[in-house]
């Protein structure tokens, strides 16, 4: 059973810059999304950034400008690079992947992303 292993995630001040990354441990098939959604608490989860597998884009309205999402096929990674942090950003942070052909949908464990001074 494949799963997804996150990383990257931590503390930073207000205007900084965090990396998450996401790996697959197995085969995941060639036409699927992947996507990164976040939940503050007391919140609704919400999809921050996607990516098809033929670099289609799609960005949550809050962090249009600030984050870029990025994938590796051949590696099944995807990542996420946030700039400009806000103490808004502050949720965990989940890595999914969900097939467009087949019928899967995978999600990591979260990671824990605080922007705070």
């Known amino acids: 059973q494949v799963q997804l292993v996150e990383s990257g995630g931590g503390l930073v001040q207000p205007g900084g810059s965090l990396r998450l990354s996401c790996a697959a441990s197995?085969?995941?098939?060639?036409?699927?999304?992947m996507a990164w959604h976040r939940q503050a608490p007391g919140k609704q989860r919400e999809l921050v950034a996607a990516i098809t597998s033929s670099g289609i884009l799609n960005y949550a309205d809050s962090v249009k400008g600030r984050f870029t999402i990025s994938r590796d096929n051949a590696k099944s990674t995807v990542n996420l690079q946030m700039n400009s942090l806000k103490p808004e950003d502050t949720a965990v942070y989940y890595c999914?992947?969900?097939?467009?052909?087949?019928?899967?949908?995978?999600w990591g464990q979260g990671t824990q992303v605080t922007v705070s001074s």
């Open positions: 999914n992947i969900h097939g467009v052909v087949a019928p899967y949908d995978i």
């Open positions: 197995g085969s995941i098939g060639r036409f699927n999304v």
